[in-house]
């Protein structure tokens, strides 16, 4: 997401959502100049941000801003900033992952019993760039086809999932040095020899869920030789024809 709230914390910042440049708000940089088209697409204008020194989001000429974004508002006042007085600290900030669950058109995946679907899932119906409209478009029409299939699993392939109540397992510890790591070696623009260092300072990490899936991620980028979306290689700038492909099957969707 190009507009977090930069409060100067390293988690949990909130995001500014993009209907406010929708509606009017502009990005500058630490000399006042306008330096992107608002409206480009979220990679576009994360990268622009990124090579910026420092970018705030102007959204005072929005009209009743207090009363069209309250939660906006609110969540900024508590930090410590006035979108209705003053431009905000916006730096680019994870938002969510585009895909990694390869499911099918019903939702379907590779463990029997068990489907996927939103923003975890790379069923094909969204590109390298997620938006909002495809996001909706996959709780709608994917949700649904995955509740009527479920509903038709043979009961041998159910899985249950346990309550966390329930659970034994315990919840592993984020090492406060893996965000540092994420961000500055396998952040938004990345590069083979960084994303070489993050897979190294990873593997000298406590081995838990958190390290394996960032040890995923920085490897799947550094395989990934080209740039396609939100994955921005800043030594490999174009796109590589064959990584342009669909990961779910048909058969599913043209059965119906």
């Not at 585009?98 to 899932?121: H, K, N, Q």
């Not at 406590?206 to 980028?221: D, F, H, K, S, V």
Request: glycine share 8%; net charge negative; with cysteine.
């Amino acid at each position: 997401h190009p507009t977090a709230l930069d409060d100067g914390s390293p988690t949990q910042r909130i995001l500014l959502t993009e209907a406010l440049r929708g509606e009017g708000a502009t990005l500058h940089n630490d000399k006042g100049e306008r330096f992107v088209d608002e409206l480009a697409p979220r990679h576009v204008v994360t990268k622009a941000i990124l090579e910026q020194r420092s970018v705030t989001l102007d959204c005072r000429s929005i009209p009743n801003l207090e009363q069209r974004f309250p939660t906006v508002v609110a969540g900024a006042r508590a930090r410590g900033f006035d979108p209705v007085s003053m431009p905000l600290p916006v730096s680019p900030a994870a938002h969510y992952f585009v895909g990694g669950i390869a499911a099918d058109a019903d939702g379907r995946t590779s463990i029997p019993g068990l489907f996927a679907a939103g923003e975890c899932a790379a069923t094909g119906m969204h590109g390298a760039n997620r938006m909002a409209g495809n996001s909706l478009l996959e709780s709608v029409v994917v949700g649904r086809r995955v509740g009527e299939s479920g509903m038709y699993e043979p009961p041998q392939r159910r899985n249950v999932i346990v309550p966390p109540s329930q659970a034994k397992a315990t919840e592993p510890v984020l090492d406060p040095r893996i965000p540092e790591i994420m961000w500055e070696l396998v952040g938004p623009i990345r590069d083979g020899g960084r994303l070489l260092d993050a897979i190294a300072a990873l593997s000298e990490l406590p081995q838990n869920g958190y390290t394996e899936l960032c040890m995923m991620i920085a490897r799947a980028a550094a395989a990934r030789v080209e740039s396609r979306g939100v994955h921005i290689r800043s030594d490999y700038p174009d796109p590589d024809p064959g990584f342009a492909v669909r990961s779910f099957d048909l058969h599913h969707a043209h059965a119906r």
